[in-house]
């Protein structure tokens, strides 16, 4: 067995461990979900907005992605969340081509894309290494003509469950954490993973190795260069315990949007708003006094 083998069967059991234990605790399954207020402990975020502008023929300058991973604070193994958040606000003059092509067919300014994922963390005993395993994931778009529209359907927008085996795992230092590892299983396409190194600037170029396993057995194997390392390094912030957590996403004109991670600012018993923010669901909206 090639040393490569062995690290993937390392992860891999650690991945199914992580699984099981999933199920073994119903209380705090339940604290999870409801979002109890379980400690005062300050929060962790990994936060990153993709470093890629959208295509401005579509889209308005601010439109993006956006990652949030928060976990239970003050604790070895837990249970963690994960929210990837497109942001989209479409463009005037294309709005205006459609509307001028398709006449009345209903054609909304504003549109999120919703993908929240929910599973385990484990750190390893330094804390600086954390394993993330997801198995559950909900999904959901939410269409409106304003900001303010936009944000309320969010707030009432059903979401579709799906069960997933995915997993991430962080290097942790300083203020960022950085994705070294992450991985797919799928009973379909098999175990797929991609280990990510940023190498150094004086020997080594970064670099990502693709395995696709199948069985136990590695059938595929790839190492390519061309990866956005820009998306590997995110923003760690240690949240305070009293204080509401929110990070702005969108501005246009004299209006902000932010967001308030859920799991995070349900951990722990915080502030309202701040003064001249209104609370929409996960989201803040503040217009600028003219």
């Given at each position: 067995m090639s040393p490569e083998t062995q690290e993937y069967s390392r992860f891999y059991w650690l991945f199914c461990i992580l699984i099981?234990?999933?199920?073994?605790?119903?209380?705090?399954?339940?604290?999870?979900?409801?979002?109890?207020?379980?400690?005062?402990?300050?929060a962790s975020v990994l936060y990153i907005k993709s470093p890629r502008k959208m295509n401005l023929s579509f889209f308005k300058e601010g439109s993006s992605h956006f990652r949030f991973i928060e976990w239970e604070p003050g604790k070895s193994t837990g249970y963690a969340e994960k929210i990837e958040l497109s942001f989209l606000a479409y463009d005037s003059n294309f709005l205006?081509?459609?509307?001028?092509?398709?006449?009345?067919?209903?054609f909304e300014s504003y549109k999120i894309i919703w993908n929240k994922k929910v599973g385990k963390f484990k750190k390893e005993e330094s804390e600086k290494r954390i394993l993330f395993v997801y198995t559950n994931a909900y999904f959901s778009e939410t269409k409106g003509s304003t900001l303010t529209s936009?944000?309320?359907?969010?707030?009432?927008?059903?979401?579709?469950?799906?069960q997933i085996e995915e997993f991430d795992i962080f290097e942790l230092g300083g203020d960022s954490g950085l994705l070294t590892e992450e991985g797919i299983r799928s009973?379909?396409?098999g175990d797929s993973r991609w280990s990510h190194s940023l190498g150094s600037m004086e020997f080594f170029s970064p670099s990502s190795v693709f395995t696709k396993q199948e069985n136990g057995t590695i059938k595929t194997e790839h190492v390519s260069s061309y990866?956005?390392?820009?998306?590997?390094?995110?923003?760690?912030?240690?949240?305070?315990?009293?204080?509401?957590?929110?990070?702005p996403i969108y501005k246009e004109n004299d209006t902000q949007v932010f967001f308030v991670p859920p799991y995070t600012n349900?951990?722990?018993?915080?502030?309202?708003?701040?003064?001249?923010?209104k609370r929409i669901g996960?989201?803040?909206?503040?217009e600028e006094m003219k």
């Open positions: 099981f234990f999933s199920g073994t605790n119903c209380q705090n399954l339940k604290s999870l979900i409801t979002r109890d207020t379980i400690s005062e402990i300050p205006s081509k459609i509307k001028s092509e398709y006449g009345n067919e209903p936009l944000l309320e359907n969010k707030s009432n927008t059903v979401e579709i469950k799906s009973e379909i396409g990866y956005d390392y820009l998306q590997l390094r995110y923003e760690w912030n240690e949240t305070e315990s009293d204080k509401l957590f929110f990070k349900g951990l722990t018993t915080k502030t309202k708003e701040p003064f001249g923010y996960d989201f803040l909206l503040k």
